[in-house]
Each structure stands twice: as C-alpha cells, then as structure tokens.
C-alpha cells in the first residue's frame, strides 16, 4: 500500500513538472515568433503601375500623361518608364500621380495608402538644371534643402507645421529643351521621417527616370 502511494505521488509530480515544461516551451515559442514576426508597416508598398499626370492649372483640359509599367509583377524586373513627358514653356503645372498595385482584382489604389500613411513617404525629385522656371535648380534628389514646390504635407508634426509628401506639386516650364531628364524617387522612411530626411534615408518604392521635353 506504502508502495502504491509512493507511486502515486511520484506520477502526479511527473504529471505537474510535464505540464510546467510545455507551458515554458509554449512561451518561449510565441516570445521568439513575435521577436521574429516582420512588422508589415515597414515593409515596401508593392506597386506595379506608376503615373504622372500635369495638368494646367489655367486649362484643366490641358493633361500631359507619363507612365511607368512593372514588367512581370513581383518578379526581379523593376518598373520600367513608357513614355516621355512634353510640357510647354511658360505654363504652370500641377504635378499629381495615380499609383497602383494591379496585381489584385480591382487595383488597389496606393497612393491612398501612401495618403494614410503620409508620415513616412516622401516623393524627391530631380531634373535638367534650368528646365523650370519654377522651381529653379536641379531638383532636391541631390540635396534635400533645393527648392520643390510641395503643395502638400504630412499630419504628423509635433509643431503642427507638416513635412513635405510630394503627391502634389507645381511646375512652371522654361526654355525649349529636348531630351532632358526629370526623375522622381518615392522613399519609404517608417520611424525616419523628419524636417531634414534626404532621398537616401529609408528605401525606394520607386525611382523613376522620364526623359523631360519642353516645347514653345
């Protein structure tokens, strides 16, 4: 009877030091599957289909269109640019984009989603020194303090005064050129994003390189 209590005993700890065991194993499970779970807001907007549109702001009938294209989805190609941009000198531009990501029936529209999450996207850009009048220069690419007419911001400043997004911007066209260059770069700045961030700080969505035309 001693032997059968012992017995006993002995299977009810083994019962309880298991169920300890697997408990302690289940905890350190999920603590390393959070540590290495990715978190999906700093993972890169997927984006097949890219476009500029400039419309004049003294004719809304007056749109110059350029796009760029993925060629294979989430292949290894990256998006290739399909068409030239031609402005007219002297007119004034308003720049906005339509960005999609068509590998999904219907597209989903992510420049909506870059709206959200405006505080931690910027589009940079960069053209053919004196091809606008307005903004003058080469572009902010190179260094992010050069003038670009941004016309919109983010909502997420302590001082309630937005850093600059870029889904807006205007453009006034100089002198005839042919064969110029006008390139915009998206970046992708989660937790990065501030009054002096640059076009290296976080990673592209897009870098896009158009061949700029401007004509009397």
Known sequence: MFAKIILLRNMKNFKNYLLIGLIGSAVVFTSCGDDDAPDAE??????????????????????????????DGLGT???????????????????????????ETPGEDIGDEIKDEDHEHQIFFSFSDGAFEDPRGDGNIDNASDPINYEDEDSDAQDGSGNPVGLVTTWTAGSVLTGGNFTVRLMH????????????????????????????
Not at 82 to 97: A, H, R
């Open 42 to 71: 700093n993972d890169p907007e997927v984006i097949t289909d890219v476009t500029l549109v400039f419309t004049n702001t003294a004719d809304a009938t007056d749109v110059v269109r350029a796009s760029a294209e993925d060629p």
């Open 189 to 216: 700045q989660p937790d990065e994003k501030t009054a002096t961030s640059t076009a290296t700080t976080g990673e592209p969505d897009f870098n896009l390189p158009f061949v700029l035309n401007i004509q009397q």
């Open 77 to 103: 190609e990256e998006l290739e640019v399909k068409d030239e941009i031609t402005l007219t000198s002297g007119v004034t531009y308003t720049l906005t984009f339509e960005i999609f990501n068509n590998l």
